[in-house]
């Protein structure tokens, strides 16, 4: 089994080819390949390569499906004994990534 753990907006990602995954909104249109360059650590059936920090010889490309919104979190504030109390909402954007490939050079 073929995987990578990727860096990309601030979180690592356990990266497997043919699944898509939603990031951090990444200002592309759709339908545009990208290249995930941050791989931390690559798995090619058993043969393990680890990075310091990152693998150079590694690159992992996908296909932008979709750009959305994710589930909304309620965010509430409240101080005791003082009457004040503050509810907002958050819908996270996000962008999701079908992973076509894992090259290694």
């Given at each position: 089994?073929?995987?990578?753990?990727?860096e990309?907006?601030?979180?690592?990602?356990?990266?497997e080819k043919?699944?898509?995954?939603?990031?951090?909104?990444?200002?592309?249109e759709l339908g545009?390949?990208?290249?995930?360059?941050?791989?931390?650590?690559?798995?090619n059936?058993?043969?393990?390569?680890i990075?310091k920090?990152?693998?150079?010889?590694?690159?992992?490309k996908?296909?932008?499906?979709e750009?959305?919104?994710?589930?909304?979190t309620?965010?509430?504030?409240?101080?005791?004994?003082?009457?004040?109390r503050?509810?907002?909402?958050?819908r996270?954007?996000?962008?999701?990534?079908?992973?076509?490939?894992?090259?290694?050079?």
């Open positions: 089994m073929k995987y990578a753990i990727v990309i907006s601030g979180r690592q990602f356990w990266i043919g699944k898509y995954y939603d990031f951090n909104r990444i200002p592309t545009k390949e990208i290249s995930l360059n941050r791989v931390l650590l690559l798995n059936d058993g043969d393990v390569l990075g920090p990152y693998l150079e010889s590694v690159q992992i996908g296909k932008i499906l750009h959305l919104r994710g589930k909304k309620i965010v509430y504030k409240m101080r005791p004994k003082k009457k004040t503050r509810k907002q909402g958050h996270q954007e996000i962008t999701r990534v079908l992973i076509e490939d894992i090259v290694v050079n």
